[in-house]
């Protein structure tokens, strides 16, 4: 096994009486003999932080010896049966977890240290499933286990039960595995052996443990503002974690999605700030909110220009592009998303995202929804838009307001691309704030208007940071001797659309 390596791991965990002897497994699916081989002990310790946030992210991490796989084990749950497993190599000290282990862990332990929270002692005695041609389609793992927790308020008397884990050979289609389960399950029935109501040798060991992170609360009341907002929180919880996931892997990452994930999550703890308890913690977390949505607006705005810059509007004026003016574009267009993107993933480190984290784990997992909160859709939306809406007009009307001619073009044309980009981004999350509550809330035509004024400046923040690169790179080619016609043709469609989009957000601003 090399240092690091990820598979995807399809199990099924039943419940087993003590002393029964296995189903006969022959017949089931494509099983057509089984091979029994002899017990052996592992011995794994669990780590987590002193809030149980792995736990609560459906995460364990272990050290476990003996067997085919001794090593660190992180185990990310994507539903009862199927898993993420990343296995790291053994290292001689038991008493500290590796970097690599930690730096992969970042994100779920919310850049807090782990410590040890459980023992487990396990005699497995496996039997390998085979159909006809010797082939393994599944391995059974008969578990007598012994679990002790490591907390100050641990029981004396470990925790002990007898499992029977089957996971499927690496390769077999997730539907495959699924319908050898649901064989499988009729056999185990027929012993009363069942599938196990906690598939985690983690959570079972951990039972009675002082896990703050495991403490939830109901959910808000039906037909509730906070409701709505607590969902929606949830569903954004989970899309920016494996977004963040992607990113920090180096991974390819859809970067518009991350910055509308970003924009959402800000939209609504800021512009339902009311519906959150007024706590400076809270005040933070929107704030880290914002911030995520701008760095992470700026890296979707680079990819877009990397995207469409290098090229004309039209065939026939992209063939007035000559190929150098199309290599220095795109070349500077990528660095600008490299520096972008690098500034994403600095944020995602920083003390500001793990307590938005923090702030969000609270809002989905232990609501707390204000009296504000509790009223319908309609009645908050009302208030939402009496803040919102006046915001947007003031911020738009910055935007495309007079020049300050007592300034250098240069210093202009930077004053309007940030006075753009912030009213872009005012009225692009007073839109997604709007869709939090559904269609009747707000009004229809307020919705269409803010949406309008959205798109508008939109495109207009492209225009003008793309003009910016024009600019700057052309003036370096004229420097160098070098033709600037190809930059004047990609120069041409840009300013065009800067000047519709400047009209179109007059019109706008008069229509919000």
Not at 5 to 28: C, K, S
Not at 55 to 80: E, F, M, Q
Not at 203 to 228: I, V
Request: hydrophobic fraction near 40%; avoid cysteine.
């Amino acid at each position: 096994m090399t240092d690091t390596d990820t598979h995807l791991e399809i199990e099924r965990t039943y419940d087993m009486p003590e002393g029964d002897d296995l189903p006969d497994l022959i017949g089931v699916g494509s099983i057509a003999r089984t091979e029994r081989q002899e017990p052996f002990g592992l011995d794994a310790t669990y780590w987590d932080t002193e809030r149980y946030d792995l736990v609560a992210s459906r995460v364990t991490v272990r050290r476990r010896t003996g067997g085919p796989d001794a090593g660190w084990h992180i185990k990310r749950a994507a539903s009862d049966t199927v898993r993420h497993e990343q296995h790291f190599a053994l290292t001689d000290d038991p008493d500290t977890v590796p970097d690599e282990v930690l730096a992969a862990l970042f994100a779920e332990r919310r850049g807090r240290g782990l410590r040890p929270v459980v023992r487990i002692t396990t005699t497995r005695a496996v039997v390998r499933l085979l159909d006809e041609d010797d082939d393994q389609v599944a391995e059974l793992a008969d578990d007598r286990v012994v679990a002790q927790r490591l907390d100050d308020h641990a029981p004396a008397t470990p925790r002990t039960w007898r499992e029977v884990e089957v996971e499927v050979a690496e390769g077999v289609d997730e539907q495959v595995a699924h319908e050898l389960f649901a064989a499988l399950d009729g056999r185990f029935a027929d012993i009363d052996a069942h599938p196990a109501a906690v598939t985690s040798k983690l959570a079972r060991g951990l039972e009675g443990a002082p896990a703050a992170r495991l403490r939830t609360a109901e959910k808000p009341e039906k037909h509730t503002a906070a409701r709505a907002l607590t969902k929606r929180l949830r569903k954004l919880r989970s899309t920016l974690l494996a977004l963040e996931g992607q990113l920090r892997a180096g991974a390819e990452t859809d970067l518009r999605e991350t910055a509308r994930t970003s924009l959402d999550i800000a939209a609504v703890l800021g512009s339902y700030r009311p519906a959150f308890p007024a706590t400076p913690a809270t005040d933070r977390a929107a704030e880290a909110a914002d911030a995520l949505a701008a760095v992470t607006a700026r890296a979707a705005l680079a990819d877009y220009l990397v995207e469409r810059l290098p090229h004309a509007s039209t065939p026939a004026q992209d063939l007035l592009v000559d190929a150098m003016t199309r290599e220095r574009v795109l070349a500077a267009t990528r660095e600008r998303r490299a520096v972008a993107v690098g500034e994403v993933t600095a944020f995602l480190h920083s003390e500001r995202y793990l307590e938005l984290l923090d702030a969000l784990d609270d809002a989905v997992e232990r609501p707390a929804p204000t009296a504000w909160a509790l009223r319908s859709p309609k009645h908050v939306a009302q208030d939402v838009s009496a803040v919102e809406k006046p915001r947007v007009r003031d911020l738009v009307r910055n935007a495309v307001g007079d020049d300050d001619e007592s300034v250098g073009p240069v210093d202009r044309e930077a004053a309007d691309r940030a006075a753009t980009e912030t009213a872009w981004r005012a009225a692009t999350r007073a839109r997604a704030a709007m869709d939090v509550l559904g269609d009747d809330a707000f009004p229809h035509a307020l919705w269409k208007r803010i949406g309008d004024a959205a798109d508008v400046l939109t495109e207009r923040v492209r225009s003008l940071h793309a003009l910016d690169v024009l600019r700057v790179h052309s003036g370096i080619a004229e420097r160098g001797g070098e033709g600037t016609f190809g930059y004047g043709v990609l120069a041409g469609d840009r300013v065009r659309l800067a000047e519709d989009s400047y009209d179109q957000a007059v019109q706008a601003l008069n229509r919000v």
